[in-house]
């Protein structure tokens, strides 16, 4: 029997909990023997819970108990789950974590250690909730090069953009609703700001390119500036709002990358469009395969831990071997966003009509049926340092929104 200790009793640490006890027979067949929690660790204690007998509240006894052989860390954040990672890796006993902020912090390093100590450290629910998309670009996908991989890595905005869409309900309402459901994080500004889809292209990008892409290097806009009004022009457009994370492989005699996250229009025939309220979808490209998509809820308690609990099966299956993964510690630097072309949807007051094409020149389409008393057009393609440039001369800007070609 092996025994686990779980690092954190909020949505995901007792959804692991949960997920392990109900298919708990299904589990032991797959990995093997049975997966036991031995420990759960909290600040909290929690009176009348099924499992309160195991909640504990001084890390000593998980990192001093050779028992203990795995380890779900779901606390989230950088400290104190960064220290408890790296003493129980230290250990020998495998990590399995759906902390992207920590992986994309220190996912390179503690692989590393975990290489050393004979054990793993695995964050397949750091990405894509539920989703399986890490194991399958570091298993199934292995004969691949990795060109690009680019959607909709998080759960909470796309609640809301579809909340938005389909019910015309206001952005306040709708965080308030993804909160209820267990979508957002705890500062629900990482993911309106987009700081957690950020993280997720982070990793998927290191693991892409086997190096480290620092997410702080990464071109980051979030959807607070999207309102109802976008969304009209968008359906006249036949068109949606999306919050999209991507990056680039550019072919040359280096190895390049590009990776940003921001609201894009999409087009209805995008298979994009049709993903909504807590679902993600990636699309990986692949030189031989060409392209994949991965499907499902983002976000949520049993969908995440059910992720966890895949990873702890496998490190169930792998007792004292490092299962390997390319990600290495050297940091790669980026392309520069401004750099890259695109086209925007631009929304200016009527009384900048003038100023708008004096400065944008011909445009490609102006969009009609919008809001009364505005002005909107589609630029031609366009590098975004100049876009930006022009749009800090229209003062007159009501909103501008990237297209998805
Ligand atoms: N807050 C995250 C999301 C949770 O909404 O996608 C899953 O990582």
């Given at each position: 029997?092996a ?13 692991v909990?949960e997920?392990l ?5 299904l589990?032991?067949?797959r990995?093997g023997?049975?997966?036991?929690v031995?420990?759960i660790?909290d600040?909290?204690?929690f009176p009348?819970d ?6 504990i509240?001084d890390?000593e ?19 104190p789950?960064?220290t408890?990672s790296k003493?129980?890796?230290l250990?020998?006993k495998?990590v ?7 992986v994309?912090?220190?996912g390179a ?6 290489r050393e ?8 629910a750091s990405?894509?909730g539920?989703?399986?998309v ?5 298993n ?12 909709i890595?998080n759960?909470?905005t796309?609640y809301i953009l ?9 952005f306040e309402?709708?965080l308030?609703?993804?909160q209820?459901?267990g979508?957002?994080?705890r ?5 309106v ?9 982070a ?20 959807i607070t500036q ?9 359906r006249c ?18 190895e390049?990358?590009?990776?940003a996250?921001a609201?894009?229009?999409?087009s209805?025939q995008n298979?994009l469009?049709?993903v909504n309220d ?16 991965f499907?499902?809820?983002g976000?949520?308690k049993l969908?995440?831990a059910?992720?966890v ?5 496998d490190?169930?299956?792998?007792p ?8 290495e510690?050297?940091?790669i630097?980026l ?12 929304r200016?007051k ?5 100023r708008?094409?004096n ?9 009609p049926?919008?809001?009364t008393g505005e002005?909107?057009?589609?630029t031609k393609?366009m590098?975004?340092e100049?876009?930006v ?8 800007l009501?909103?501008r ?5």
């Open positions: 029997m025994k686990v200790a779980v690092l954190g009793y909020g949505t995901v640490g007792s959804g909990v997920v006890e109900k298919n708990r027979s589990i032991a067949k990995a023997e049975e997966l036991e031995k420990y660790l600040l909290r204690d009348g099924p499992y309160e007998d195991r909640v509240h890390v006894m998980i990192m001093g108990d050779p028992e203990i052989q795995i380890v779900c860390e779901t606390m989230g954040g950088n400290e789950a960064y408890f003493r129980a890796i250990a020998g495998s399995c974590t759906s902390n992207k902020e920590l994309a912090n220190h390093e503690l692989i590393a250690l975990a100590h004979r054990c793993n450290y695995l964050f397949e990405v894509g539920g989703i399986p890490i194991r399958p670009l570091c199934a996908l292995t004969a691949e090069r990795i060109n690009e991989i680019s959607g890595l759960g909470t796309n579809t909340k938005m869409e389909q019910e015309k309900t206001r309402d709708a308030k609703s993804a209820e459901l979508y957002a994080e500062n629900p500004e990482a993911d700001e987009g700081q957690d889809a950020c993280r997720k292209i990793i998927l990008a290191s693991l892409m390119s086997g190096k480290t892409v620092d997410y702080r290097d990464i071109y980051t806009e979030g999207i309102t109802p009004e976008d969304f009209v022009y968008a457009m036949g068109m949606t709002v999306k919050l999209l994370a991507m990056c680039k492989r550019r072919e040359g005699e280096k390049e990358y590009l990776a996250v609201p894009y229009l999409v209805g298979p469009a049709g807590v679902f993600n979808a990636v699309f990986i490209h692949g030189n031989m395969l060409g392209e994949s998509m499907y499902g809820r976000a949520g969908p995440t059910s992720a609990v895949a990873d702890v099966v490190c169930a299956k792998h004292g071997e490092h299962i390997i993964c390319l990600w510690e050297e940091k630097r392309l520069d966003f401004g750099q890259t072309k695109g086209r925007f949807l631009v200016v009527e009384a900048g009509e003038d708008a094409r400065l944008f020149g011909d445009f490609e389409k102006i969009v049926d919008g809001i002005f909107a057009f589609v393609v590098r975004e100049e876009a440039q022009k749009f800090g001369g229209l003062p007159e009501v909103a929104i990237r297209i998805k070609d």
